[in-house]
């Protein structure tokens, strides 16, 4: 069988056959619309890159370039096989990864689900810890509400999560990392900014306002479970953001209070909101690690976990005011 195309007379699909080689050296003619650019970018002469890619298009017995003196463009066809290129590239990267760190470990990629009211607040204590401790571990992070987290986890999606919810689900393995404490926070000149702490009969008080998150969040629910104490304050239902800096926004206008988790008190630099620790039992949420009962990545998710206890904060188990306490 002969085809026509690019101007010549083309054997189709011969005894050659396509090699990830020559789908690299498309790729980059494809980003650069130029062979000696591509050739460059290959780290090969322009010659052996172009001579490549008409091999490329005997073998496959079309043409996926036009060419002219000072360019090259794709093909319609060359359009679309590019991208069937860039998709086996990728699945082959992958795969290499995967290959690696099931000889080692501790190399390639960890990828690492968090819930946001943590993630932003966590991340500048871990990530220099886990580069200094595990530097080969390139983490591959997302930042997510519980339930994806969790549907992620299950769909092999994610390697590990750290949530703030418990999970008794068989299928997957729970290990409690630290206490973080919840402060209050409120607008600057509010009467409980003059106290040093903020206990259950102030927090029970059916006059104070406090806002939640979306439902979703794992937060919201544990400050509804702590607003449960005695009376109750009102709920704001009208008011529900999706982030704690969009909380701590309707906090300086003065349309409620809310509870924030102390790494996230510790990073507050807004103007106009007084933060005060709770002295109420239960007056913390607990973080936990969650990881698949049957993952294949165990050394590199203990190193993590290390990594995470290890970054923490100087605790003071005797102050109110102090940061997280570890649990491990």
């Avoid at 619309?33 to 005997?58: M, N, W, Y």
């Avoid at 990267?93 to 690696?100: G, K, N």
């Avoid at 990629?109 to 810890?129: E, K, N």
């Amino acid at each position: 069988m002969v085809v026509v195309g690019g101007g010549r007379r083309r054997q189709a699909f011969g005894p050659r056959r396509v090699n990830l080689r020559d789908l690299r050296y498309l790729v980059a003619a494809a980003d650069t619309e130029h062979f000696g650019r591509a050739a460059e970018r290959c780290h090969v002469s322009q010659p052996t890159l172009s001579g490549q890619i008409r091999k490329l298009e005997d073998t496959l017995g079309i043409a996926l370039f036009e060419r002219s003196h000072r360019s090259v463009a794709l093909t319609e066809a060359g359009r679309e096989i590019t991208e069937h290129a860039r998709d086996i590239l990728e699945r082959v990267r992958r795969m290499e990864e995967l290959a690696l760190s099931r000889r080692d470990a501790l190399v390639g990629p960890l990828r690492i689900g968090v819930i946001p009211t943590l993630c932003a607040y966590l991340l500048p204590h871990l990530l220099p810890t886990l580069r200094a401790n595990s530097p080969t571990l390139r983490p591959v992070l997302s930042e997510e509400i519980t339930a994806v987290l969790l549907e992620r986890l299950r769909a092999h999606e994610i390697d590990v999560a750290l949530v703030a919810t418990r999970e008794d689900e068989d299928d997957l393995v729970e290990t409690a990392l630290f206490d973080e404490p919840l402060w209050l926070a409120m607008p600057a000149g509010h009467p409980l900014a003059a106290g040093a702490v903020v206990g259950t009969a102030e927090l029970a008080d059916p006059g104070l306002p406090v806002l939640t998150l979306a439902e979703g969040h794992c937060l919201a629910d544990r400050v509804r479970e702590l607003c449960s104490i005695g009376t109750g304050p009102v709920l704001d239902a009208d008011l529900r953001a999706t982030s704690l800096e969009t909380l701590l926004q309707l906090v300086v206008a003065g349309r409620g209070v809310t509870l924030v988790p102390a790494l996230a008190v510790a990073s507050l630099h807004l103007p106009g909101v007084v933060c005060r620790a709770l002295s109420v039992t239960g007056g913390n949420r607990r973080i936990a690690l969650l990881r698949r009962r049957s993952s294949s990545r165990l050394p590199a998710i203990e190193a993590f976990e290390r990594a995470v206890l290890e970054c923490l904060p100087p605790l003071d188990g005797e102050d109110p005011c102090g940061g997280p306490r570890a649990l491990r």
